[in-house]
Structure formats: structure tokens, C-alpha cells
């Protein structure tokens, strides 16, 4: 098999363009659901956690360099634990797959094909990711170069053209009940 290669570039648009989606459909409900008023401090505090997850994930890359999460969790911690925790990190993808296609579905659904069948849509991306696993990841990668600007232009000129209607004292009282609820709010994006 082929192995792929892409640019650093490359794939920090993709990883932005994922997160970013499943962000900005997610996660300020879950976030608002603890935080309040405070929800905009929750997500500084999971970006820690973030550069300290992409901290050991570089870390551990160096020290392993060409073998996958479930060959180096092997090495380090012995063959049966390894790959017990290789089922985890497996299933934890697959859940957390599962639970992204859901959300991008409901999203579609209410937003734009109201009498579409839920099972439709899903089928429809999962085709749609299987053809992109099919064309590889260069393919992939050119894709997400070239639909960056796309998406992220009117998220910058969104908030340009709402930036009049920014009312900064709804913020206020910052951490009018304590530090606890922007940590609790936290855990999730973490």
C-alpha cells in the first residue's frame, strides 16, 4: 500500500475545519448548559488540556515515529494491556464518529432537508466518506486547501458584520459563581 503524504498545512486545515464544525454545533450548548454567563471561559481552559494532549501525541511521535497508537501503547506498556488499550482508543473513535454523524445529520435536517429521512442523510455521508477514503488522503487534503477559505471567510465576515451588536456587558459579572462552573463546562470540549 501506497503511503500518503501531506503538508503540515495541510492537514492543520483539516484538523481546523473538523473542530471548528463540530464546535460551533455542539459544544456551546453543552458548554452554556454549566457556565452561564462564563461560557466564553470554558473553552481557554479545554485549550490547555488541547496543547497538552498535542504535546505528548508529538512526544510520543518522536520517540515512535512510523507506527500508529496501538503499536507504540504495546511497546510501552506490554502486548495484552497495549492492546486492550488499542480496543478503548478504537471504540472511543467509532463512538465519537457515530455521535459526530448524528449531529451533522440532525444539523442537516433541521436546517435545510426537513422531510428527509434521518437514515438518508447518514447513508449519504458515510458514502460520501468512503469515497474520500477511497481517493486517499491527498485527495482529501487538496479538498480541505481548497474549501478553507470558503468556510472560513464568512465566519470572519459574520462576526465583522455583528461586531456593532457586541454588547460586552453581557459577560459581566465575570465568575459571578466561582471557578467551578466554567471547569465543569471545560470538560467536554477537553
Given at each position: ?61 518522536k520517540l515512535y515515529p512510523r507506527k500508529t497508537v496501538m503499536q507504540y501503547s504495546e511497546d510501552i506498556i506490554g502486548r495484552i494491556p497495549g492492546k486492550v488499550i488499542g480496543f478503548f482508543v478504537l471504540f472511543f ?98
Open positions: 500500500m501506497e503511503k500518503g503524504k501531506i503538508s503540515a498545512l495541510q492537514m492543520s486545515m483539516l484538523l481546523y475545519l473538523t473542530i471548528i464544525a463540530t464546535g460551533i454545533i455542539t459544544l456551546p450548548a453543552i458548554t452554556a448548559k454549566y457556565a452561564g454567563n462564563d461560557l466564553w471561559i470554558s473553552p481557554i481552559i479545554a485549550s490547555l488540556a488541547g496543547f497538552l494532549i498535542v504535546f505528548i501525541a508529538v512526544k510520543l511521535h473513535y467509532m463512538e465519537i464518529t457515530g455521535n459526530v454523524i448524528r449531529s451533522y445529520s440532525e444539523f442537516i435536517l433541521t436546517s435545510f432537508l426537513f422531510r428527509t429521512p434521518l437514515i438518508f442523510v447518514i447513508a449519504s455521508m458515510l458514502i460520501l466518506c468512503a469515497f474520500c477514503i477511497y481517493g486517499r488522503l491527498e485527495v482529501l487534503a487538496r479538498c480541505a486547501q481548497f474549501l478553507f477559505p470558503v468556510f472560513i471567510l464568512p465566519l470572519f465576515f459574520s462576526i465583522a458584520f455583528l461586531a456593532r451588536d457586541f454588547q460586552f456587558g453581557n459577560i459581566l459579572p465575570v465568575l459571578e459563581n466561582g471557578i467551578m462552573p466554567p471547569l465543569k463546562a471545560a470538560i467536554p470540549p477537553s
